[in-house]
């Protein structure tokens, strides 16, 4: 919607008439004039007249558009766009994402399609990502390293953008669990937020990196960080062959202890996530345990848009100027109906 930021200024629309009713106008100079008593001279000014009469209107009308143009600019039009919720919990939410190869693993479905695990935690991660209006976010990706992919921020279009960007091995082969987290008490500590979390989603266990478990948790806590850990992997299946019962476990390199271990010690939890299903309910309790405000403050976007009255009073001074300096119209017409 477009609203006026001072509608007062429109009370000066009738300046000019009132300068005009009570301001003396300038006399017009003397000048003698012969009179010809001759019916077509007579008839010419007459036309003469006309004409003059009909650019003084439309000069008064030219003046009055550009007056009531710059009315328009100086009381500020400006677009309202949709209202928008304002960041306002202080929470710090980074979430870090193991892109080692083993989350190349299909043991996940989505509606019906067998997926991999990284594919699964993009599309479940990204709704969650959605309904965190009031956090202010960030991603990690690991692997061998670490990497912030995402200072924290308030747009979460790009957080979900750069999520869905990430792919397997982008990080290394191996899994830095210590480095991650000591990679976001690194990237918590430069702000100032009341409550710090990390969400650290993974299917293996430490294989990499130069901080150890150890090392991770101590420096988590010293910098009040809570960690949410969740487990990635199927269950083991088994399966009969003429040889005897199969057994195959995907989820063989998932330490769940030491996920545990990091949760309890930062006063966080462990979740497993067994399947889509799974994973999307550990977010939505995920969303309970971060709730988010009840009462949220608004603001609506604002675009100026005195520019275009503006633009256009403008134009319509450059026109009459030219119009006035260069275009002695009436009097071509007058010598020409006079020939």
């Not at 608004?298 to 100027?321: I, K």
Request: glycine share 6%.
């Amino acid at each position: 919607m477009v609203r006026w930021a001072l509608v007062a200024v429109f009370f000066l629309l009738p300046v000019p008439v009132i300068i005009r009713r009570f301001m003396r106008a300038v006399p017009p100079p003397n000048r003698s004039a012969l009179l010809v008593p001759h019916f077509v001279d007579v008839a010419q000014q007459s036309y003469v007249d006309t004409g003059m009469r009909r650019q003084r209107r439309l000069l008064l009308a030219s003046l009055w558009f550009i007056w009531i143009a710059l009315v328009c600019a100086a009381a500020r039009p400006q677009w309202l766009g949709e209202p928008e919720a304002l960041p306002m919990t202080g929470r710090d939410l980074v979430m870090a994402l193991d892109l080692s190869g083993s989350m190349e693993t299909v043991d996940f479905s989505v509606n019906g399609f067998q997926v991999t695990r990284l594919d699964v935690v993009k599309v479940v991660s990204d709704e969650f990502i959605a309904r965190r209006y009031a956090d202010r976010l960030g991603l990690i990706l690991f692997g061998s390293q670490a990497y912030l992919q995402t200072p924290l921020t308030f747009d979460r279009d790009l957080v979900r953008y750069l999520l869905n960007d990430t792919s397997i091995g982008l990080a290394g082969k191996q899994t830095a669990i210590g480095d991650a987290i000591a990679l976001a008490v690194q990237t918590i500590e430069q702000q100032d937020a009341l409550h710090r979390v990390l969400i650290l989603v993974t299917d293996g266990r430490n294989t990499a990196g130069k901080y150890n478990i150890e090392e991770a948790i101590a420096l988590a806590r010293q910098a009040h960080l809570k960690i949410y850990t969740i487990g990635i992997g199927a269950d083991a299946t088994s399966t009969e062959t003429y040889l005897g019962a199969t057994s195959h476990n995907p989820s063989a390199e998932l330490d769940e202890l030491t996920l545990k271990r990091i949760a309890k010690a930062t006063e966080g939890r462990y979740f497993r996530a067994r399947n889509t299903t799974g994973l999307e309910e550990i977010y939505e309790l995920l969303d309970k345990l971060e709730p988010l405000p009840a009462d949220v403050d608004h603001f609506r976007p604002v675009t100026e848009l005195y520019l275009y009255p503006l633009a256009v009073a403008l134009l319509l001074a450059t026109l009459l100027g030219i119009y006035l300096t260069h275009g002695d119209f009436w009097a071509r017409i007058a010598a020409r109906n006079r020939n």
